[in-house]
């Protein structure tokens, strides 16, 4: 098993930046996949980006890309989301998950097994 703790969340105004971490223990974070969602109130659970176990295969959902930028040190078993140009609708709360690694990039929830607590993100206008 992992165990995922997220930090980093702010409230910031639109146009500005953040950038979330989550700390991974446990099973070796070099055999997950990570992945970042994010919820908002009223809202279904959303797949923000996700990293294959070296960092080099990404992908991220058409609302953050160009915007967001995931990324991963497995020698600190951490998960990184550089999010830039932030717009309001990027308000949310946001958790790291992880899958055991097969093969597969996912932004599906359904498909990753291990969940962080969460961090909120809020982006004023």
């Known amino acids: 098993q992992v165990q995922l703790v997220e930090s980093g969340g702010d409230s910031v105004q639109t146009e500005g930046s953040l950038r979330l971490s989550c700390a991974a223990s446990g099973s070796p974070f070099r055999n997950y996949l990570m992945t970042w969602f994010r919820q908002a109130p009223g809202k279904e659970r959303e797949g923000v980006a996700t990293?294959?176990?070296?960092?080099?295969?990404?992908d991220y959902a058409d609302s953050v890309k160009g915007r967001f930028t995931i990324s991963r040190d497995n020698a600190k078993n951490t998960l990184y989301l550089q999010m830039n140009s932030l717009k309001p609708d990027d308000t949310a709360m946001y958790y790291c998950?992880?899958?055991?690694?097969?093969?597969?990039?996912?932004?599906?929830?359904?498909?990753?097994?291990?969940w962080g607590q969460g961090t909120q993100v809020t982006v004023s206008s």
């Open positions: 990293a294959n176990p070296g960092g080099g295969s990404t």
């Open positions: 998950a992880a899958r055991w690694w097969d093969g597969r990039l996912s932004l599906r929830a359904d498909e990753h097994n291990y």
